[in-house]
């Protein structure tokens, strides 16, 4: 009998209003990097951390003081932990010059993580945060050991061509940052896998291994016919930051 005096439920279907999105606040975005605070943000947290003093001197009955001199009463823990928030957007990290962290960067790689290690203490170090790895790209001893790259290019598939320009990048990053800094390096090169010169003055027919072939991007002089690697680079070729790279498809 009730049904009769029910309202009918709407077919329409209802619209979900969209999520609300919270609005950033002006040091928000400061306090997800490490980046020195400009003069008005600073003015701003000085106001901030001079209103959270006080209302911790209101809730605890004493002057905000620093933690190390004596314990923070329950009262005021969690406007301790505020109060520490802010004062971490002055912290060193943020405004240390670069030329203290170079100093800090070259004892950990060149000397703490010597030989190949350097380059996986290199890619750490640039991971910890945006202001270190600002600061290890502009230190030229970090970049003067040149990791393995792979420039194999024969055959050239789509696939090898990726990566052939991947490591060429990689090259050239590492000849820009060591600015005019030597650098270390090592190629590794195996004669037998091209074709050599007989006695006759005639070509022997290239050997290719699984049909590989290293590329040629560094200028070197062969030592010897067998497959023992071995190197020795042209000293007739500088490297600088603005040598050019000899493209894949130019000969040897």
């Keep these: 009998m009730f049904q009769r005096f029910r309202k009918p439920k709407s077919s329409a279907a209802v619209v979900p209003e969209p999520p609300k999105v919270a609005r950033e606040g002006p040091l928000d975005r400061l306090f997800r990097s490490n980046k020195l605070p400009?003069?008005?943000?600073?003015?701003?947290?000085?106001?901030?951390?001079?209103?959270?003093?006080?209302?911790?001197?209101?809730?605890?009955?004493?002057?905000?003081?620093?933690?190390r001199t004596g314990p923070i009463p329950a009262l005021g823990q969690e406007i301790?932990?505020?109060?520490?928030?802010?004062?971490?957007?002055?912290?060193?990290?943020?405004?240390?010059?670069n030329e203290i962290w170079h100093t800090m960067f070259e004892h950990v790689v060149l000397i703490v993580k010597p030989g190949y290690d350097?380059?996986?203490?290199?890619?750490?170090?640039?991971?910890?945060?945006?202001?270190?790895?600002?600061?290890?790209?502009?230190?030229?001893?970090?970049?003067?050991?040149?990791?393995?790259?792979?420039?194999?290019?024969?055959?050239?598939?789509?696939r090898k061509e990726i990566a052939f320009e991947k490591a060429t990048n990689h090259l050239h990053s590492y000849l820009q940052r060591?600015?005019?800094?030597?650098?270390?390096?090592?190629?590794?090169?195996?004669?037998?896998?091209?074709?050599?010169?007989?006695g006759d003055g005639t070509m022997d027919p290239?050997?290719?291994?699984?049909?590989?072939a290293p590329g040629s991007l560094l200028?070197?002089?062969?030592?010897?016919r067998s497959r023992i690697p071995s190197h020795s680079s042209d000293p007739s070729h500088t490297f600088r930051p603005d040598?050019?790279?000899?493209?894949?498809?130019?000969?040897?």
């Design 38 to 67: 400009t003069d008005d943000q600073r003015q701003h947290i000085n106001a901030i951390l001079h209103e959270l003093k006080t209302r911790y001197q209101q809730t605890c009955g004493v002057t905000y003081s620093d933690p």
């Design 80 to 97: 301790h932990e505020e109060i520490k928030r802010y004062q971490s957007l002055f912290s060193c990290i943020r405004t240390m010059p």
């Design 118 to 158: 350097q380059i996986h203490a290199v890619q750490t170090i640039r991971l910890v945060c945006r202001r270190w790895e600002s600061a290890a790209r502009k230190c030229a001893t970090l970049w003067q050991n040149l990791p393995l790259l792979d420039l194999t290019n024969i055959p050239m598939s789509e």
């Design 178 to 198: 060591s600015v005019n800094m030597p650098i270390s390096f090592t190629f590794h090169f195996w004669p037998d896998l091209f074709p050599g010169r007989r």
């Design 206 to 212: 290239p050997r290719r291994s699984h049909g590989v």
């Design 219 to 224: 200028r070197t002089r062969t030592v010897g």
């Design 243 to 252: 040598s050019q790279v000899p493209s894949p498809s130019e000969p040897h």
